[in-house]
């Protein structure tokens, strides 16, 4: 067994001065977590530019029983991508493992490797006439290997799904350094158990993904977007099934955001502007595509004057330029950024079955202001998919860090009231470090059983990742 010391030399000689770093400055920003709420420490950040560079290193971390903790382009929200602070955890970058590989319009795959940006998978996709489907508000920084890692999911999830549905290969290193070759564009395999969903939303526990064949769509012809204004949850509910019937899955984004939330970004973002004349409590920012000559561009107007007749929309206005629609979109997209600059807030990214999501907004909220009196609740998100953040802000008078020492006992309260309407403590954003408690208390027994074996199968000296998902 190598040394630790020898290990990290061998590490720097094998990946030369561009490939690993020990220096503070140039690592300092990598140790922490977008939020700020993780901090951690490592002895090198290497950042290999091959499969077999990354293999070696995973190959001698593993002998010399080094942990490593990949990261991607750190926008997780859970602290996964983070060392801790012990100072012995490695940290491997994977942005140097940016190259497009294949673009195969006529198939609808694309191959690129793990440290892309996801704008550049949509870019690269978008040069060939194709659609890449998975879009983020941090898809600028957001590498396609950590969005698989996550399982993320974003603002297209109803047309196109997750990562998970996006990804038909991988190519995954293991912690010994054997590389799995499960890199297919096959839309169709029932050779055995399907291993590529393993690694999927593992947040870097069981291997490490190098390169990924993702499915490509026809590009859109037609994008619609509108914002309309409602009276509650339970009416954007309401609109969502009427709209689902009426355009199917035409309809590709169904945002709901409160009025809380649109003043914060009127507030952090420079020329933001009310769309609509006056205020409402809820608002819905929506979107279609049609790729086909079949569809109109103009799906959504009659749906929306229908809704408003009935009462069901208060107002509604639909973006007649492309630009119309960016600042649209910018509203929905700059609000994680706003609430940040807002202050602290006890976030929950949760996932109710539909049917339950009312209900859940409506309790969930009663709930919060009853533990913490005077919190500002701003529930938001991709609910055309189950999908809330529920975040509770800290009330104006109460000090920032009394409030966040809180998180623990306000989430358990929040997850129970999660898991009794049948929903999840996770929804997209993943485990990390943030929720391992979570996980621990509300997926216990069995499932936790068998995801621990799966563990100790494939990483038997727990070198990926500890602390992430299970704990150390
Ligand atoms: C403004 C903003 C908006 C966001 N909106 C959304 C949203 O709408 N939907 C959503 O799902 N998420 C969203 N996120 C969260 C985040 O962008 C996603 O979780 C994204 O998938 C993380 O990608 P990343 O490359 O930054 O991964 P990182 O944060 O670097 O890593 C995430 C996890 O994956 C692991 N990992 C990273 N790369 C690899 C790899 N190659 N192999 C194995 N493990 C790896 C890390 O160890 C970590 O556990 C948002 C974040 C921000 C800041």
């Not at 609808?108 to 890449?132: D, K, Y």
């Not at 609509?276 to 004057?305: F, I, R």
């Not at 007649?320 to 602290?344: F, I, M, N, V």
């Not at 976030?347 to 919060?368: N, Q």
């Amino acid at each position: 067994m190598l040394s630790r010391d020898a290990a990290l030399a061998a590490i720097r000689e094998r990946l030369g001065p561009a490939g690993a770093t020990d220096d503070p400055e140039i690592i300092a920003p990598r140790l922490r977590e977008w939020r700020g709420r993780f901090q951690g420490r490592t002895p090198l950040w290497v950042r290999p530019a091959s499969t077999a560079e990354l293999a070696a290193v995973l190959a001698i971390c593993h002998d010399a029983r080094i942990p490593v903790v990949p990261q991607g382009g750190n926008t997780g929200l859970c602290g996964g991508a983070v060392p801790d602070d012990s100072g012995r955890q490695l940290l491997l970058g994977l942005e140097r493992l940016d190259r497009v590989l294949a673009v195969d319009p006529e198939g609808g795959s694309i191959t690129v490797e793990a440290g892309c940006v996801l704008a550049t998978v949509q870019a690269a996709a978008n040069e060939a006439g194709r659609l890449f489907g998975l879009s983020l508000a941090s898809e600028g920084s957001a590498q396609i290997g950590g969005c698989v890692s996550t399982n993320a999911g974003g603002t297209n999830v109803l047309r196109y799904g997750t990562a998970r549905e996006q990804v038909l290969g991988l190519e995954v290193v293991l912690a010994d350094g054997r590389v799995l070759d499960l890199l297919r564009s096959l839309r169709k395999d029932t050779a055995g158990y399907d291993l590529k969903q393993w690694f999927i939303g593992a947040e870097g526990t069981l291997g490490i993904i190098t390169r990924v064949c993702a499915r490509l769509y026809p590009l859109p012809r037609q994008l619609q977007t509108a914002l309309v204004a409602l009276p509650d949850p339970t009416a954007a509910l309401a609109l969502l099934g009427r709209l689902r019937q009426q355009l199917g899955n035409a309809l590709s984004a169904f945002e709901l955001m409160p009025r809380h939330g649109l003043e914060l970004v009127l507030d952090y973002r420079a020329g933001a502007r009310d769309p609509l004349a006056e205020p409402y409590p809820w608002y819905v920012l929506m979107e279609t595509e049609s790729s086909g000559d079949m569809t109109g561009g103009d799906a959504l107007t009659q749906p929306l004057a229908d809704a408003m007749a009935t009462g069901l929309v208060a107002d509604a206005v639909v973006a007649g330029t492309l630009a119309q629609a960016r600042e649209l979109w910018a509203l929905r997209d700059e609000l994680s950024a706003a609430q940040k600059h807002a202050g602290p807030s006890i976030k929950h990214d949760v996932a109710v079955p539909l049917s339950a999501m009312a209900g859940f907004i409506d309790e969930a909220t009663a709930l919060a202001v009853r533990l913490v009196p005077g919190c500002r609740v701003l529930a938001f998100g991709h609910v055309g998919d189950g999908n809330v953040h529920f975040n509770v802000g800290c009330p104006p008078e109460m000090e920032g860090q009394a409030f966040l020492a809180r998180w623990a006992e306000v989430a358990e309260a929040i997850h129970d009231l999660v898991v009794a309407h049948g929903g999840t403590p996770s929804a997209e954003h993943g485990i990390g470090q943030l929720k391992v408690h979570e996980l621990a208390r509300l997926r216990g027994g069995l499932e936790l059983e068998l995801m621990r074996g799966l563990k100790q199968l494939l990483d038997p000296r727990g070198i990926l990742n500890p602390g992430k998902l299970f704990g150390s």
